[in-house]
């Protein structure tokens, strides 16, 4: 019996059309250009007005769908990431697939924070290995501004709104190598944030999240290359959740891995959680970046607090 692979077959991704500037921040709080671009590289971040997570979530899905030549009765599952849904319920995934009458699809959200796209990914490599599923949509939606307080210099210059997407179908070249997911439940307190609480706003401790994504960074890809015997060298591409471009740098630099091989964006969508990575996923295929056979490393980390990798090789569309 043949194995059977998860391959990226398309991509899509919708940002906002409202950019908010570190400009425009230094008049809602006391900060500068120079603070948020030396300590996180980020310039600009889109922010949603007037429409939904799910809005967002439903133009990168059409997108992903255009981009792989897929109708919505081919999907088998819509798996959504998202932290910042519309409703409790119904689930984002819900809302999708009732935009597109994918009614042969079966849905649900996770919420593995900045982790979202990774652990979505690694659930739908199962059920395309198991033969439960042939084609899948991965969608991660994010409106931070929902829940980030514009008077908390701290926390309001980091995060921004978006959705990317893919479209997973099973093929006989491998697209998914390998993946590590993991979470420590124990730091939770330090990365919160809860619509039922009184402040319902993002509370972090910067600090404290810097050194957990550093160190679990690099733990992560080391493990992903020595499990396949591979060195960076192997890697054309290490696509990092954009929290902070010290961060990457900082991982990129420890590991050796030379700064063209690490995709950013961070300076023009700021954090934007589960998104970040399907997003440059989208900007890299539509920059005819991503090759036939590319090993390609996606890392994320973050709330939960939660981590992970994925190991992929691209093939081509
Ligand atoms: O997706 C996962 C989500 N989170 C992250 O990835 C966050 C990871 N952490 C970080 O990116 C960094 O820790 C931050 C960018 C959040 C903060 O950078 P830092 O170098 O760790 O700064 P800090 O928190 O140590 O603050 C240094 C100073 C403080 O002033 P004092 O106490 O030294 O007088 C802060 O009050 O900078 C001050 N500060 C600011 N100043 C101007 C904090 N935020 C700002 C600001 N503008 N926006």
């Known amino acids: 019996m043949s194995i059977i692979y998860l391959q990226i077959k398309g991509t899509g991704s919708y940002l ?18 120079e603070w948020i671009t030396e300590r996180t590289g980020i310039k600009e971040r889109h922010i949603a007005k007037g429409i939904s997570t799910a809005y967002m979530a439903i133009k990168a899905s059409q997108k992903a769908m255009d981009s792989a030549g897929v109708t919505p009765d081919e999907i088998d599952i819509i798996i959504a990431a998202t932290i910042t849904p ?38 739908a490599d199962l059920y395309i290995k198991t033969g439960r599923a042939k084609t899948i949509l991965i969608v991660a939606s994010e409106m931070l501004s929902r829940i980030t307080d514009y008077t908390d210099r701290r926390t309001c210059v980091l995060f921004g709104d978006g959705a990317g997407a893919v479209i997973a179908r099973a093929g006989d070249t491998k697209g998914v190598m ?55 060298d192997d890697i054309a591409y290490l696509v990092p959740h954009q929290a902070n471009k010290r961060i990457i740098a900082t991982v990129s630099s420890k590991l050796g891995i030379d700064s063209d091989k ?12 589960s998104a970040s990575i399907p997003i440059c996923l989208d900007e890299m295929n539509k920059k005819g970046l991503l090759k036939d056979g590319d090993k390609i490393i996606l890392t994320g980390f973050g709330g939960g607090l939660t981590y992970a990798g994925i190991l992929l090789q691209w093939v081509g569309m």
Request: charged share 20%; net charge negative.
């Open 16 to 33: 906002p059309q409202h950019v908010l500037t570190n400009q425009d921040l230094e008049k809602m709080v006391d900060t500068s250009d």
């Open 262 to 273: 690490t995709y950013i964006n961070v300076d023009r969508y700021g954090n934007t959680s």
């Open 178 to 232: 390998d993946s590590i997911c993991c979470a420590v439940g124990g730091l939770g307190d330090v990365l919160k944030a809860s619509v039922f609480e009184d402040y319902k706003f993002i509370q972090m401790n910067g600090k404290e999240v810097y050194k957990f994504a550093v160190r679990v960074n690099i733990e992560t890809i080391t493990q992903l290359l020595s499990n396949n015997n591979l060195s960076t």
């Open 86 to 123: 519309d409703y409790l319920t119904p689930s984002l995934s819900c809302l999708v697939q009732k935009e597109f009458g994918a009614d042969s699809a079966f849905c649900f959200d996770i919420n593995a924070a900045c982790s979202g796209f990774c652990y979505a990914l690694d659930i």
